[in-house]
């Protein structure tokens, strides 16, 4: 029950700073955002974007919310010497200037837990990311078909 009301609290301290900020990143470019279709009844979801830092000063990606999920979490999936898939929670990222990060399939992702609703191709998932010193900036997340892996748009565009 603490760690709840700890999170709560934590929350709360995060909307207030970014308040308190001033006006968006313009540095922090959000771009090529998708997600996936999810079968109907599904709990979770994942999110894919790519983050371009093009100011002069480090930026830290420190919350990510959705009104399609209970919660959002950034995780990174790796593969160890072994060949063993592992997917790890990830607090915060940090982008130094003129950093590029892509979120996709086999590597850095969101994770939409409690989902509100299915996501159906061609809806439109917003989400929310909070950077430090910023306001937060909230952008959609394309769903594709559970069909598409993860290739870029224009590759499908011959399709």
């Known amino acids: 029950m603490k760690t709840h009301a700890f ?13 308190l900020a001033g006006p968006a990143l313009a540095d922090v470019e959000i771009t090529d955002g998708w997600t996936r279709e999810t079968p109907p009844g599904a709990r979770t979801g994942v999110g894919y974007f790519m983050l371009r830092n093009t100011g002069s000063q480090a930026r830290k990606l420190v919350q990510v919310s959705s009104p399609a999920a209970a919660g959002v979490t950034v995780h990174q999936s790796s593969v160890d010497a072994q060949g063993v898939a592992r997917m790890r929670p990830v607090a915060s990222l940090e982008l130094a200037p003129g950093q590029m990060l892509h979120f996709e399939p086999g590597g850095y992702h969101l994770m939409f837990e409690g989902l509100t609703a299915s996501f159906k191709v061609d809806d439109e998932v917003p989400v929310t990311l909070t950077f430090s010193g910023g306001q937060p900036v ?3 997340l394309k769903v594709r078909s559970l069909m598409d892996q993860g290739k870029p748009a224009h590759e499908h565009a011959h399709h």
């Open 7 to 19: 999170r709560g609290l934590r929350l709360a301290c995060l909307l207030l700073c970014a308040s």
């Open 138 to 140: 909230t952008v959609k």
